[in-house]
């Protein structure tokens, strides 16, 4: 089991940052990667942004390339993801997830353990 809690999310103008983390415990040791999703209302979840545990390799979805940063503190159990240039059509419930047995990071179905949600709203 894989606990996963996010935290840092809020209401943000058009233009500004945030940064998120996730914090896991308990079978941390065994992940393969941590991964950011997000979801609008009416929308399917979206993969914005994962990290392989191991190497640290980073792979992000086109519409945050240049304006978020995923990273890994292993000492923490703890991943970040710094939000830049929020836009409006930013605004989403974003999801950590942990993946425990696949080198397919992108998709949501390769993650076995997800936490509660954070809302990040961007006004215009």
């Known amino acids: 089991q894989v606990q996963l809690v996010e935290s840092g999310g809020g209401l943000v103008q058009a233009g500004g940052s945030l940064r998120l983390s996730c914090a896991a415990s308990?079978?941390?040791?065994?992940?393969?990667?941590t991964g950011w999703f997000r979801q609008a209302p009416g929308k399917e979840r979206e993969f914005v942004a994962a990290i392989r545990w191991i190497g640290g390799r980073t792979y992000y979805a086109d519409p945050v390339k240049g304006r978020f940063t995923i990273s890994r503190d292993n000492a923490k159990n703890t991943v970040y993801l710094q939000m830049n240039s929020l836009k409006p059509e930013d605004t989403a419930v974003y999801y950590c997830?942990?993946?425990?047995?696949?080198?397919?990071?992108?998709?949501?179905?390769?993650?076995?353990?997800w936490g509660q949600g954070t809302q990040v709203t961007v006004s215009s």
């Open positions: 308990g079978r941390t040791s065994s992940s393969y990667a």
């Open positions: 997830a942990a993946n425990l047995h696949t080198t397919v990071v992108i998709t949501a179905s390769s993650y076995d353990y």
